[in-house]
């Protein structure tokens, strides 16, 4: 670099080079660009933006005197940045002649560039940005760089004249202007130190670029022109590549040397940062504990330091504390103990006590710190006194339902819970009180003595209350300070004052559907407010006592449940069992007997199944209210299955009294009973059984009076029987039968026997289908003991069907080989005449023989019809309807009503044997067998009804009913009951030539 002198000739153009100038003085002097210097001022720009960005950072970080320093070296920094892109781009534009540099305009640019980079750090290091302030700062710091650029224009010094564009020097001007604004805009969201250095560097790039448009455009804008005189060169200097190349270095080393001041400084701001946070966080830690913390020196144990956890806890001043040493909290065996298991954290649990002696838990944890640069110990005593008495709790609340689950007696439960709240509430005194149904409550276990305890029985729930001023509707938790004062009951304030009682809690105990059980009432010898650590305890006591109520409630009702039936109330068969020990046990110390007395009950089943099951039950209910009015007291009444009933009778003098006792049980029974409007008779078998004569064990009683009842009802039914050896034997044999009966079907041990019925006049009318059983050991078996068998337990039903389909079967045979007018008739039991799907079995068994309606005529008894006449009229007209014939077996044996007789839908009547056996003439004064079977043609024949006589075995019989007028005849006479063989011999005989010939002169007529 040249040094400027006021006359250096040497400077000055020869006047061969101003005779060339002034020769194109008025043509444009031409001008290029050094594109590498264009290149460095980019990367000036780019490097100064992105320190002008970590700047803005420190500035904003940073407050007072520092901030001020910030700003000022910052805007030096920056300023001489922008400056030299500013010049390194001036540099760049070459000219055909020399130029020299102003050196005092110079320097003014350089302080217009740093104004301008004051402005923007100023700007944008401010707390809160608003749009005015980035407005007019981008107004100032465009017209700094603005006044920069043309400043550092004016400095030049050459031999032309330069001129100005005004389009584009405005742009240049609006351009630094527009530039500024996008800068401070991005700085000022991008301005935090914590942003991302990635982030910067993109903003700063943008920004790097952005500069160097304004600059180019505003040298775009200049134009220079040779003049005619020289240059005014005084303070000028020319800059060579020497001095260009020592400004940029030196403005590197400038922006490099601001950009590392702002990462140190930033370093070492975020040490005393971090360090300052965590004495703060140490504080806050340490003053904010809510456990009381000490510091102790380790050599010395005096205290050093405590917070207000600890003063407030301990009851000691701060001063107190730390003229002391940690020893008066805590011995010096434990702190040994603390110091060894120091590192692993282990804490220990400790016992200390306040200022004024009152104990608490604590736990303990020590940790060794550094203290003021000596080593201290760091206490933390936190209290786990709730803890340990919730711990406790939890533990006495596991015992308490274990206790409960094996059934202990209540007031043995209730008493654990009143000694639980007892150790959880130092000075109570608990009393738990529930309530009767009588809605008086009493005290089911307390801390008082008996005597004193029956101070608080006898009120109503709602007394109680009262007297312990609770609401009754909503029965919540209540606290009474001053009870002898506030008590509304006068008995009661009495009660207290006399056992100097001042407070008193109370907690309802309520069920699962919120109804009051009793009540939990707590009383204190002292003014004692509750924590609401206490209130949940008596929540949690009032909810065991309520589990432990509800638990004795249930046991006791599945108790009840599990020994006594359902629906009559009395004991089952289980609590029979422990009754009839307990009455053999005070049979044999007083020498008396025991009568057992099983009773079932007669036809129960058919109004079980006619009726419903509803209307079972309440003749089993009424059945149950009638014996107990037999027993007394000291005896059991016992329902011991659907219809079986056992009475215990204790201390009967001899065995007749025994069967006394059961007619009783029959005279009580013999009243019909009411149901749905209609009177129903139930009567009942009953089988006896005495102690010691017939057993000496509960269950050889029941079994020998089962044994008893079982016979009295395959004897008729509605009698009693009393046990004897012989009755085993008996019934022994009518299970093997029965065990037998069950299988016959299965093995096709039944057949049929057909036995006919003629007319009158002998003409064959039809078969009466009749079962035989042939037993493979027994031989064969009558129907009078296999049939009531089959009755009682349903096997019937089955039976019964087979016997239909096999007659129908057999019939439709006969009809095929030219008998068409040949009728079946079958017998059917009650059970099968009751059945829902009767009638369609009857139409299944036709139509699979193809057998039309009037080929089957149906016989029931007497009995069968009159047990429902309703029923029975509704199932024989359904008979009637299809075409189907009906007929009463036995007619005159059973309990025949006129009334009903008439008014059924029946066929035929057919008298019984026992009328025509021995069949006398009528008498003259209309008495004798005769007479009854002229009676009962006579009322036939007025109702309509064929008479069939059964069993006729002579010739003077038959004669009898012919003159009598009976219309068909069965019996030994014409022939015994026969096998399907002997019946097609007995067809193709000479009663069948008959029948055939009817057939024949019958179809001739309807031709």
């Given amino acids: 670099m040249d040094l400027p002198r006021k006359k250096q000739t040497a400077l000055f153009p020869s006047d061969h080079e101003l005779k060339l100038f002034f020769m194109n003085i008025s043509t444009a002097i031409p001008a290029s660009y050094d594109y590498r210097l264009v290149t460095l001022s980019v990367a000036i720009a780019i490097f100064a933006s992105y320190v002008a960005l970590d700047l803005a950072g420190r500035v904003t970080a940073t407050r007072g005197y520092a901030r001020l320093m910030w700003l000022v070296g910052g805007a030096t920094s920056m300023g001489t940045g922008i400056w030299a892109m500013h010049y390194t781009g001036m540099l760049a534009y070459r000219l055909p002649m020399r130029v020299y540099y102003h050196l005092p305009t110079v320097l003014l640019s350089l302080l217009a560039a740093i104004f301008a980079s004051f402005i923007a750090l100023y700007v944008v290091s401010r707390p809160h940005m608003t749009a005015l302030n980035v407005v007019g700062g981008s107004l100032l710091m465009g017209a700094g760089i603005a006044a920069m650029h043309y400043t550092g224009m004016a400095a030049m010094r050459l031999a032309a004249m330069h001129h100005y564009h005004r389009g584009l020097w405005l742009l240049s001007v609006l351009f630094a202007v527009v530039i500024s604004f996008a800068a401070l805009w991005l700085t000022s969201h991008f301005r935090e130190e914590n942003k991302s250095r990635w982030l910067k560097i993109a903003i700063a790039i943008i920004m790097g670029l952005a500069i160097p448009v304004m ?23 020319d800059i060579s590549a020497l001095a260009n190349s020592a400004i940029v270095l030196m403005t590197l080393v400038i922006l490099g040397f601001g950009l590392l001041t702002s990462v140190v400084d930033r370093r070492f701001s975020a040490q005393a940062l971090e360090l300052a946070l965590s004495e703060q966080r140490y504080q806050l830690l340490f003053e904010s504990n809510p456990h009381p913390t000490f510091v102790f020196d380790l050599h010395t144990l005096l205290i050093l330091a405590v917070n207000k956890a600890a003063i407030s806890k301990y009851g000691f001043s701060a001063e107190e504390l730390l003229a002391t040493k940690i020893t008066v909290l805590q011995s010096a065996d434990v702190l040994g103990t603390l110091l060894e298991t120091a590192q ?44 340990k008495r919730n711990e406790r709790m939890e533990v006495e609340r596991r015992n308490f339902l274990e206790m409960i689950t094996q059934n202990q007696p209540l007031e043995a439960s209730l008493y654990k819970l009143v000694h639980i709240l007892e150790s959880q509430l130092p000075g109570a005194l608990c009393s738990t009180l529930l309530l009767k149904p009588s809605k008086l409550c009493f005290v089911a276990a307390s801390t008082f003595s008996k005597d004193v305890s029956m101070g608080l029985e006898g009120f109503t729930l709602e007394e109680i209350a009262s007297a312990l001023d609770v609401n009754s509707q909503s029965w919540e938790m209540s606290f009474v300070e001053n009870l002898p004062a506030r008590s509304r009951h006068k008995s009661l304030r009495e009660w207290a004052a006399s056992l100097n009682l001042l407070s008193c809690w109370s907690v309802p105990v309520l069920d699962a559907g919120g109804l009051p059980l009793g009540v939990i009432v707590i009383f204190f010898r002292e003014i004692k407010e509750p924590t609401p650590e206490d209130r949940s305890r008596l929540h949690v006591a009032a909810g065991m006592a309520s589990i432990a109520i509800e638990h004795r409630r249930l046991t006791d009702r599945l108790s009840y449940q599990a020994q006594h039936d359902a629906l009559t ?37 058919y109004i079980n199944d006619t009726l419903g099951h509803q209307a079972g039950d309440q003749v089993l209910i009424e059945v149950s209210r009638r014996l107990r009015s037999v027993t007394r007291k000291a005896d059991t009444l016992a329902r011991i299955g659907g219809d079986e009933f056992c009475l215990v009778f204790s201390d009967v003098k001899a065995v007749d009294d025994s069967l006394m006792i059961a007619q009783s049980c029959l005279d009580v029974l013999r009243k019909p009973i009411l149901i749905a409007d209609r009177d129903y008779s139930v009567s009942a078998s009953i089988g006896v059984s005495c102690f010691p004569d017939h057993g000496m064990e509960p269950e050889a009683l029941q079994q020998h009076a089962d044994t008893a009842m079982y016979h009295a009802k395959f004897s008729g039914k509605n009698g009693f029987q009393i046990f004897t050896p012989e009755l085993n034997a008996h019934l022994r044999e009518r299970l093997d039968l029965l065990g037998d009966l069950r299988q016959a079907l299965d093995k096709n041990e039944f057949h049929l026997e057909y036995q006919p019925q003629f007319f009158a006049n002998g003409e064959l009318v039809a078969f009466e289908a009749l079962l035989r059983w042939a037993h493979p050991k027994r031989g064969l078996i009558p129907p009078e003991r296999f049939i009531p068998l089959a009755e009682e337990t349903g096997l019937v039903v089955p039976i019964g069907k087979w016997v239909l389909d096999q007659a129908c079967r057999q019939l439709a045979v006969w009809r095929s080989m030219g008998y068409p007018r040949l009728r079946v008739a079958v017998n059917v039991s009650t059970l099968q005449f009751e059945r829902q799907d009767w009638m369609e079995t009857i ?13 089957l005529e149906v016989e029931i008894t007497e009995t069968v019809v009159m047990k429902n006449c309703e029923r029975a009229a509704e199932r024989l007209a359904q008979l009637r309807a299809l075409g189907i014939s009906s007929a009463i077996d036995d007619f005159g044996t059973g309990y025949s009503s006129l009334k009903y007789l008439q008014n059924l839908p029946i066929d035929t009547l057919k008298i019984d044997q026992s009328f025509v056996r021995d069949l006398d003439s009528v008498s003259g004064d209309g008495t004798g067998k005769g007479a009854i079977v002229q009676a009962i043609v006579t009322l036939a024949q007025q109702l309509g009804l064929r008479v069939v006589a059964e069993g006729v075995e002579t010739q003077e019989e038959l004669e009898l009913l012919r003159r009598l007028g009976c219309d068909l005849v069965q019996g030994f006479l014409f022939s015994k009951p026969m096998p399907v063989e002997a019946c097609e011999k007995f067809l193709r005989g000479s009663s069948a030539s008959s029948l055939h010939g009817k057939r024949q002169r019958s179809a001739a007529s309807n031709v």
């Fill in 215 to 237: 600059h180019y455009t505003g040298m775009a804008a200049v134009t220079f022109t040779p003049m005619a005189m020289a240059p005014n060169l005084s303070y000028a200097i």
């Fill in 569 to 605: 109330g009395l004991p089952n068969r289980f609590l029979l069992e422990d009754r009839l020990q307990q009455a053999i046990a005070y049979a044999n110390r007083h020498q008396s007997r025991v009568a057992v007395l099983l009773l079932d009950l007669d036809g129960f089943k």
């Fill in 843 to 855: 139409s299944s068994a036709l139509k699979e023989n193809g057998l039309p309606p009037s080929a």
């Fill in 344 to 387: 692993s954290g282990i804490p220990t649990e400790a016992l200390h006590r306040r200022k004024n002696g009152a104990p608490f838990d604590v736990e303990l944890a020590l940790q060794t710190i550094m203290w003021t640069g000596k080593p201290a110990g760091l206490l933390l005593a936190s209290d786990v006194t709730e803890r």
